[in-house]
């Protein structure tokens, strides 16, 4: 399986990957240091990379590539036990300090 995602843009491969994770879908970069050596080395061979670690994870993570192309807020709003509703974007309620459930829960 290729990469997903690739760039020399280091904060958004980096934001990418988070927003990945914060839907549950685990992923790793490779080049992440040879990526300093654009100019010198063809940039075509030290992009940063995002990989997967499962397969089965694809079509969602690039529905989140698409979102986040596009420019879309990340993620779907979501209700905390308190009973505020937040969008997407947010990990914790603002009302009361709660963590934002994992996707599983």
Same mark, same amino acid.
């Given at each position: ?5 690739s760039?020399l !843009? +280091?904060? *958004?491969?980096y934001?990418?990957r988070?927003l990945l994770?914060?839907e /549950? ?7 992440e240091?040879l990526?300093?050596?654009? /100019? ?15 397969? *089965? $994870?694809l079509s969602?993570a690039? !529905?989140?590539l698409? $979102?986040?192309l596009?420019g879309s807020p990340?993620?779907?709003a979501w209700? =905390?036990? =308190? /009973?505020e509703?937040? *969008?997407g ?7 009361? /300090?709660?963590? +934002?459930?994992s996707?599983?829960?």
């Amino acid at each position: 399986m290729p990469a997903l995602y690739s760039s020399l !843009k +280091r904060l *958004e491969v980096y934001h990418l990957r988070n927003l990945l994770e914060a839907e /549950g879908i685990p992923c790793f970069m490779r080049n992440e240091l040879l990526s300093q050596l654009a /100019g010198e080395v063809p940039f075509t061979e030290c992009q940063l990379e995002l990989w997967l670690r499962r397969p *089965e $994870d694809l079509s969602r993570a690039e !529905k989140i590539l698409r $979102d986040f192309l596009r420019g879309s807020p990340p993620g779907r709003a979501w209700s =905390c036990a =308190c /009973g505020e509703w937040l *969008e997407g974007q947010f990990t914790a309620c603002w009302q009361c /300090g709660c963590a +934002r459930p994992s996707p599983a829960e």
